[in-house]
């Protein structure tokens, strides 16, 4: 017995497998396997998440819920494309509920109070 494919491909990116490893992504004929250690977005994320790829735009591969955007050069030439996280120093950070504040909140009427 023969096994045919039914109609045509029409995605041209897919994630074909995830492993322990990295994910196997599919890209117009041709399979990549990204490793977690070069592309660690994809390490806890959730299967829904990694399987959520879209071309944007020619060789430039979208994950709008991991917030992820990866040219196909950066897949095949991870070494050019350092993974180095820089932080805004514009930034706010917000503390989280469990978070210890270590300056003392004063009250506007505590501060009117002392002059």
């Not at 995830?18 to 490793?35: A, C, K, M, T, V």
């Not at 050019?80 to 909140?105: D, E, G, V």
Request: hydrophobic share 35%; net charge negative.
């Amino acid at each position: 017995m023969k096994l045919e494919t039914a109609g045509t491909n029409i995605s041209e990116v897919s994630v074909t497998d995830i492993s322990p490893f990295g994910i196997w992504l599919y890209y117009r004929g041709n399979e990549f396997f990204l490793d977690y250690d070069e592309f660690p977005w994809f390490r806890d994320s959730s299967v829904n998440a990694v399987f959520q790829v879209y071309e944007e735009s020619e060789g430039h591969l979208r994950w709008d819920k991991l917030d992820v955007d990866l040219s196909i050069d950066s897949i095949v030439n991870p070494q050019l494309y350092p993974n180095i996280y820089h932080r805004n120093p514009n930034t706010t950070l917000i503390p989280t509920p469990n978070a210890t504040l270590k300056t003392k909140i004063c009250s506007i009427p505590t501060i009117l109070e002392k002059k």
